[in-house]
């Protein structure tokens, strides 16, 4: 038996007066989909604890197993064991986006964050610009005094790690779940860590916003990477080790780092994909493949995450969203079905569902449950269910995530 744990980032919504009054799940054309959906379980489970963030490091911790409760302390240092970053005691990492502030001369305070990506910038631009301006002899004695230090990544995603971090009482908010509101009110506040944190925002956006790849990025109609928002904070986490818990080995599959240093931190394999952008254009077969792959030589576990639903609704796009909602059911459903038919794997559990929702309203994230789907090739229930957020209601409710994966692995499909 091979067990298969597929995500789909903030692909759960609510209903959309330009839908109909329907959700993307619901509108989308998805006949593979709800097709596994009649013939297996669906029901609802609530992956965000209540009074945690609602995001996908609370939400992916609880669904393999790991109670945020006990084991959240922060998004970054999630993401900094994919990269093989240490925190040595009393060192603190946070993610370094790369955003796009609007282009008009007003303070720093009254501006709007006009996307929390920078256009989804990414490779050798990047990687340039962070390097640069952690360079520049404004901004390096800054960041020195600060203690804090930059580790490039090829996308909008950088980590930063800063010694002697005093993290009591600060408040540091993620940007998707702010975009176009004034960042005076959200700008780190609460200590004095805050206070550095945030000259040191106000100093990298005034360096920033006349560097020659911005200059182009404008000429070529694209977002500048005009600024950098520091967030995510938190210290240096143990997980559960997965294998010894669950009894089983495997990999994950995913272009964001957070799913692979949980994955890392939990004694799974990461897998790299060429061509996983975590973006609505990406390598969606090569995910599959590798998933079909891992099965066959690394365990009977592989989670499969897809972090297009999620980044399309950051960005306002509710077309995008539809679109990576049907290729996840062509491009990786169908295809994996395929997969595992041509790889001679007859009998296989698959654990489809959203790790969080991801609102059109808002753009950010909300914790109220998901729907979930658990199909068993060996049984056939004509359970008469589609997979959407209505038809989840009506089936069975999980209040915790984190029994997801005895969920996966039981034998009652």
Known sequence: ?????????????????????????????????????????????????????????????????????????????????????????????????????????????????????AGGIAGESSMALIEYLFADPRFAPAAEAAGLSVHPAPSFRHMAVQTGADLQGIHLRPPHDHLGEPIGPILPSGNETASVLRDLMELAHTILDDHPINRARREAGQLPANGIWIWAEGTAVELPHFPARYGRTGGVISAVPLCHGIGALMGLVPISVPGATGELHTNYEGKVEAAVNSLLTNGDFVAVHVEAPDECTHNGDLEGKLQAIEWLDSRVMAYLLACLDRAGIPEYRILFLADHKTLMATRGHDGEPVPFLLYDSRNNRNSGRAYCEADGEQGEYLPVGTVLMDLLFGDDA
């Open 1 to 117: 038996m091979k067990y298969l744990l597929l995500i789909g980032d903030g692909m759960a919504d609510n209903p959309i007066e330009a839908l109909g009054g329907r959700t993307p799940l619901q509108y989308a054309d998805t006949p593979v989909i709800d097709d596994l959906a009649n013939r297996g379980r669906v029901g609802s489970v609530r992956t965000i604890p209540e009074g945690l963030p609602a995001g996908s490091d609370t939400g992916i911790l609880s669904i393999f197993g790991a109670d945020p409760n006990r084991y959240y302390t922060g998004r970054a240092p999630l993401e900094a064991a994919a990269t093989g970053i240490s925190l040595a005691p009393g060192s603190a990492a946070y993610r370094c986006n790369m955003v796009t502030y609007e282009d008009v001369d007003i303070p720093f305070a009254e501006k709007r964050i006009l996307s929390h990506s």
